[in-house]
């Protein structure tokens, strides 16, 4: 962690001498300073946007991983499902989802809906593969057990199934935090009136970029925490891996 801070911190100061000493133009490049201030100075209204767009990507990751689970028990216990829509979810996972979004736009307006719902499609659909994916790759040795102790459906998901597949379902919800992050802003910049992208878009147009590039450390920040988040999650949940 020390080691961390310390390399941040020797870029900061790298950034700050080289803007000051060479003359570059603030609204070219804002030194670490002019960011700072933008801080200070705009506290409230960084707050407001941000929160908007933390709630947005905090309900739509939820509902994701919502939606991923109840993908996953249909195809396991339905398996036609599996080989009517996998080839649909792979479809859909390769187009970038704000492509909805005038859509959603028409249909619901210019609220936190429709970025919600962006948020949501971009983290369902890697989060629903990769935990179909680890389904399917149960261990050939649990599947055995199962059938060795007679047990229900119910208990041979929850403790075999599911166990095995939670390590790719992890690995799929840090993928959608880092998408997730990146959608709304796209769909901010598509259709809003509030949240970090419309911030972004109206400080550019205003050459306002001690500002914009404060936004983008917002954004950072909350990937960062969302990264970190998961990954102490999986910690507590998958406390098996990485044990013999």
């Known amino acids: ?37 933008v801080f200070l100075v705009n506290t409230y209204l960084l707050i407001t946007h941000a929160s908007y767009t933390g709630l947005e990507i905090l309900a739509g990751l939820g509902l994701a991983v919502i939606l991923a689970f109840m993908c996953g ?13 996998r080839p649909v979810l ?18 619901f307006g210019f609220g936190m ?4 719902i962006i948020v949501t499609l971009t983290g369902f659909f890697p989060m629903a593969l990769a935990f179909l994916d680890g389904l399917k790759r149960t ?9 060795l102790f007679n047990a229900t459906a119910f208990r041979s998901f929850v403790y075999i199934r599911l166990a095995a597949a939670l390590p790719a379902f992890f690995t799929g919800l840090r993928w959608a935090c880092l998408q997730g992050s990146v959608a709304v802003i796209a769909a901010d910049w598509l259709g809003s009136n509030h949240g970090l992208g419309y911030l972004i878009l109206t400080s550019y147009s205003r050459l306002q970029i001690p500002l ?17 988040t998961v990954k102490w999650i999986e910690h507590r949940v998958v406390f098996w891996e990485g044990t013999s």
């Open 73 to 85: 028990i249909i195809f396991t216990y339905f398996p036609i499902f599996d080989r009517l829509f």
């Open 1 to 37: 962690m020390l080691k961390r801070i310390s390399a941040v911190l020797c870029v900061i100061l790298i950034w700050q001498y080289a803007c000051v000493y060479s003359g570059i133009p603030e609204y070219f490049l804002p030194n670490p300073a002019a960011i700072a201030n």
């Open 139 to 147: 261990p050939a040795a649990f599947c055995e057990l199962e059938s």
């Open 90 to 107: 792979v479809v859909m996972q390769s187009m970038p989802s704000f492509v909805f979004m005038p859509l959603l736009l028409l249909w």
């Open 212 to 228: 914009m590039f404060a936004c983008v450390i917002i954004l950072v920040m909350y990937a960062h925490v969302l990264m970190r």
């Open 113 to 116: 809906l429709p970025k919600m």
